[in-house]
């Protein structure tokens, strides 16, 4: 019994059926994981990209070195010294979220240069139209470049939403109970573990393909010009 739900190991369908419950519970977590993870990364991407294009390097340098550092060294160990190394600086954070910020934090790395490579896309007679037109280099950058950008990147962003969502499991190390976890647990205490890694397999087979599938039908639909704004 876990979280109070029975299972009978008689019988495989059986079993998968009275699992199937505590399943989805790790569900949820995986998917709220991931997506406040992927947004932690979408926003601190935008950020350390448009540091790393300012022409200043004494703002531009140490983004770089922390973009490099984030994308270079393992998820794991990232978790870990936000798990416990953090704590002994006094700031305690819980499992779940110290899981998603380690997630947010490491593929901001990756988005940044998914953003890099859309900004860049961009002709350059886009920026001199907006210098004419005497816009500051924020509004140029918001209402002109970013919009054009974003729909350039879309199968990009799509791809490591993917990525950070298989990542999740990772997260089991400091106590968070999401998909796998469960499915483990599951196993060391009734000797099964056919039955629940196999429906987790299947369960991320089926997450995969449905978020391929959105991410495609989101870019056949965004126009490659720009985003219109009023």
Do not use: C
């Amino acid at each position: 019994m876990l979280f109070g739900i029975e299972w009978d190991t008689s019988d495989n369908l059986t079993f998968a059926i009275s699992i199937l419950p505590i399943l989805m519970r790790g569900l949820w977590v995986t998917l709220q994981a991931a997506v406040l993870g992927f947004f932690v990364a979408m926003v601190l991407g935008l950020v350390l990209a448009a540091l790393k294009a300012v022409p200043a390097r004494i703002v531009s340098w140490p983004t770089r070195v922390i973009a490099e550092f984030l994308r270079d060294t393992p998820l794991l160990i990232q978790l870990f010294f936000l798990y416990y190394v953090l704590p002994e600086f006094g700031l305690i954070l819980p499992a779940f979220l110290t899981g998603a910020l380690a997630l947010g934090l490491q593929y901001s790395a990756y988005l940044s240069e998914v953003y890099r490579a859309g900004i860049e896309a961009v002709p350059r007679g886009q920026h001199e139209a907006a210098r004419a037109l005497d816009l500051t280099p924020r509004d140029t950058f918001i209402r002109i470049i970013l919009p054009q950008a974003i729909p350039r990147i879309i199968p990009a962003m799509g791809n490591y939403l993917v990525a950070i969502t298989k990542d999740v499991p990772i997260l089991s190390v400091v106590t968070v109970l999401e998909l796998l976890g469960v499915a483990r647990i599951i196993g060391d205490r009734t000797f099964n573990y056919l039955v629940p890694l196999t429906m987790v397999g299947g369960i991320y087979l089926i997450l995969t393909l449905l978020a391929s599938y959105g991410v495609r039908r989101l870019d056949r639909s965004l126009p490659k010009t720009g985003i219109p704004l009023k």
